[in-house]
Antibody
Framework: QVQLVESGGGVVQPGKSLRLSCAASGFTFSSCGMHWVRQAPGQGLEWVASIWQDGNNKYYADSVKGRFTISRDNSKNTLYLQMNSLRADDTAIYYC?????????????WGQGTLVTVSS | QSVLTQPPSASGTPGQRVTISCSGSSSNIGSETVNWYQHIPGTAPKLLIYTNDQRPSGVPDRFSASKSGTSASLAISGLQSEDEADYYCAAWDGRLDGYVFGTGTKVTVL
């Protein structure tokens, strides 16, 4: 069955960096667009970033543009989110999600999430 | 901030029908397909409806959705206690070049 397992979350000081990973299994990872979505405490879901199957096309929310980088390693079935210059308002549960086919524009499977806390 | 607007809450007794609205604009709902997600805090969000009105396998037919112009709606008929969750509409926004979620609606089963 499809599994998406996030890791790499934790407590980090403002201005520091963190890299999240999302290990995928149970489907052809290299054929799917992948995404990061977050939920801050008491808030709704917020899309963070997307990457196409081949990794050449990437999209970012304005709130993270220039600070976060999405990438993938199709040989390892793993999605990444490099987060730099972290701020308190980046505190959230970060979910990875898969998109079934190019242009589907919806997320069919989600991971359980990993918590990132930015605090001094 | 979210560009798709939903009512913050909705409620009903078991067996009732509840409807959730989602209001957007020409750059998102007006020109793109709408999807709906169910989220129980502490768990992974779940795809409920895709491409405006399609249910993934395993989603009960109590859940239905529609889209008209720059608005969409989700209906839950025969409300059950396990439907208590947060519901989000979502769509791609061509002007923002990104995916946008609604503000979310918390459904309570009385």
């Amino acid at each position: 069955q499809v599994q998406l397992v996030e890791s790499g979350g934790g407590v980090v000081q403002p201005g520091k960096s963190l890299r999240l990973s999302c290990a995928a299994s149970g489907f052809t990872f290299s054929s799917c667009g992948m995404h990061w979505v977050r939920q801050a405490p008491g808030q709704g879901l917020e899309w963070v970033a997307s990457i196409w199957q081949d990794g050449n096309n990437k999209y970012y929310a304005d709130s993270v543009k220039g600070r976060f980088t999405i990438s993938r390693d199709n040989s390892k079935n793993t999605l990444y989110l490099q987060m730099n210059s972290l701020r308190a308002d980046d505190t959230a549960i970060y979910y990875c999600a898969s998109e079934p086919t190019l242009g589907s524009k919806y997320f069919d499977y989600w991971g359980q999430g990993t918590l990132v806390t930015v605090s001094s | 901030q979210s560009v798709l607007t939903q009512p913050p809450s909705a409620s009903g007794t078991p067996g009732q029908r509840v409807t959730i609205s989602c209001s957007g604009s020409s750059s998102n709902i007006g020109s793109e397909t709408v999807n709906w997600y169910q989220h129980i805090p502490g768990t992974a969000p779940k795809l409920l409806i895709y491409t405006n009105d399609q249910r993934p396998s395993g989603v009960p037919d109590r859940f239905s959705a529609s889209k008209s112009g720059t608005s969409a709606s989700l209906a839950i008929s025969g409300l059950q206690s396990e439907d208590e969750a947060d519901y989000y509409c979502a769509a791609w926004d061509g002007r923002l070049d990104g995916y946008v979620f609604g503000t979310g609606t918390k459904v309570t089963v009385l």
